[in-house]
Protein backbone atom coordinates (compact mmCIF):
# COMPACT_ATOMS: atom_id res chain seq x y z
CA UNK A 1 0.00 0.00 0.00
CA UNK A 2 1.51 3.59 -1.29
CA UNK A 3 1.46 6.08 1.56
CA UNK A 4 3.00 9.69 1.97
CA UNK A 5 3.43 10.79 5.03
CA UNK A 6 3.92 14.83 5.22
CA UNK A 7 5.45 16.11 8.87
CA UNK A 8 7.51 19.25 10.08
CA UNK A 9 4.63 21.79 9.88
CA UNK A 10 4.00 24.12 12.26
CA UNK A 11 3.56 27.92 13.50
CA UNK A 12 6.46 29.50 12.70
CA UNK A 13 7.70 33.71 12.70
CA UNK A 14 7.48 35.74 10.06
CA UNK A 15 11.41 35.03 8.42
CA UNK A 16 12.09 32.08 10.18
CA UNK A 17 12.19 28.29 8.89
CA UNK A 18 10.71 24.95 8.39
CA UNK A 19 11.63 21.88 7.41
CA UNK A 20 9.16 19.53 6.06
CA UNK A 21 9.50 15.64 4.90
CA UNK A 22 7.36 13.60 2.90
CA UNK A 23 8.12 9.95 4.41
CA UNK A 24 6.85 7.43 1.81
CA UNK A 25 6.13 3.75 1.94
CA UNK A 26 4.90 0.82 0.02
CA UNK A 27 7.58 1.71 -3.02
CA UNK A 28 10.99 3.10 -3.13
CA UNK A 29 10.49 5.95 -4.55
CA UNK A 30 10.05 4.48 -7.98
CA UNK A 31 8.30 6.89 -9.11
CA UNK A 32 9.78 9.12 -11.63
CA UNK A 33 8.91 12.55 -9.30
CA UNK A 34 7.27 14.17 -5.72
CA UNK A 35 6.17 17.01 -5.97
CA UNK A 36 5.04 19.44 -2.63
CA UNK A 37 1.79 21.34 -2.88
CA UNK A 38 0.09 24.14 -0.91
CA UNK A 39 -3.48 24.87 0.02
CA UNK A 40 -4.39 28.21 1.59
CA UNK A 41 -7.59 29.00 3.20
CA UNK A 42 -10.07 29.96 0.24
CA UNK A 43 -7.13 29.39 -2.91
CA UNK A 44 -6.82 26.66 -4.93
CA UNK A 45 -4.33 24.16 -4.46
CA UNK A 46 -1.28 25.43 -6.07
CA UNK A 47 1.79 23.23 -6.81
CA UNK A 48 5.22 24.76 -5.88
CA UNK A 49 7.74 22.26 -5.85
CA UNK A 50 8.90 19.27 -7.52
CA UNK A 51 12.14 16.65 -7.62
CA UNK A 52 12.92 14.35 -10.31
CA UNK A 53 13.72 11.57 -8.21
CA UNK A 54 16.37 9.47 -10.79
CA UNK A 55 18.29 12.69 -11.73
CA UNK A 56 17.76 15.00 -8.88
CA UNK A 57 16.47 18.22 -11.33
CA UNK A 58 14.38 20.39 -9.04
CA UNK A 59 11.80 22.52 -10.15
CA UNK A 60 9.98 25.58 -8.13
CA UNK A 61 7.15 28.16 -8.69
CA UNK A 62 8.23 31.62 -9.09
CA UNK A 63 6.91 32.70 -4.95
CA UNK A 64 9.37 30.30 -3.87
CA UNK A 65 12.62 30.67 -5.75
CA UNK A 66 15.34 31.60 -3.84
CA UNK A 67 13.50 30.49 -0.40
CA UNK A 68 12.69 26.98 -0.26
CA UNK A 69 14.88 24.01 -1.47
CA UNK A 70 13.58 20.18 -2.49
CA UNK A 71 15.80 17.45 -1.79
CA UNK A 72 15.67 13.67 -1.41
CA UNK A 73 17.17 11.20 0.34
CA UNK A 74 16.64 7.73 -1.86
CA UNK A 75 18.11 5.40 1.14
CA UNK A 76 15.15 7.13 3.54
CA UNK A 77 12.53 7.24 1.16
CA UNK A 78 11.61 10.36 1.99
CA UNK A 79 11.43 13.89 0.29
CA UNK A 80 12.28 17.23 1.88
CA UNK A 81 11.36 20.87 1.57
CA UNK A 82 13.51 23.31 3.13
CA UNK A 83 11.33 26.47 3.51
CA UNK A 84 13.38 29.85 4.50
CA UNK A 85 12.82 33.42 4.75
CA UNK A 86 9.21 32.47 5.46
CA UNK A 87 6.13 35.15 5.02
CA UNK A 88 2.75 35.02 6.20
CA UNK A 89 0.96 34.23 2.21
CA UNK A 90 3.02 30.92 2.78
CA UNK A 91 0.80 29.63 5.41
CA UNK A 92 -1.39 27.07 4.06
CA UNK A 93 -1.70 23.29 4.29
CA UNK A 94 1.61 21.08 2.69
CA UNK A 95 0.92 18.42 0.45
CA UNK A 96 3.65 15.80 -1.06
CA UNK A 97 2.51 13.64 -4.09
CA UNK A 98 3.58 11.36 -6.60
CA UNK A 99 4.14 13.41 -9.11
CA UNK A 100 4.60 17.15 -10.54
CA UNK A 101 1.47 17.62 -11.77
CA UNK A 102 -2.41 17.73 -9.80
CA UNK A 103 -3.31 14.33 -11.15
CA UNK A 104 -0.60 12.77 -8.72
CA UNK A 105 -2.02 9.17 -8.17
CA UNK A 106 -1.28 9.37 -4.53
CA UNK A 107 -1.15 12.41 -2.00
CA UNK A 108 -0.10 12.46 2.20
CA UNK A 109 -2.66 13.87 4.58
CA UNK A 110 -1.18 17.50 4.64
CA UNK A 111 0.66 19.17 7.19
CA UNK A 112 0.03 23.09 8.39
CA UNK A 113 2.24 25.56 8.31
CA UNK A 114 1.16 28.77 9.71
CA UNK A 115 3.62 31.68 9.65
CA UNK A 116 2.58 35.10 11.50
CA UNK A 117 4.04 37.12 14.10
Known amino acids: QVQLVESGGGLVQPGGSLRLSCATSGFTLDYDAIGWFRQAPGKEREGISC????????FYVDSVKGRFIISRDVAKNTVYLQMNSLKPEDTAVYYC??????????WGQGTQVTVSS
Open 51 to 58: IKIREGIT
Open 97 to 106: ATDCSYDASY
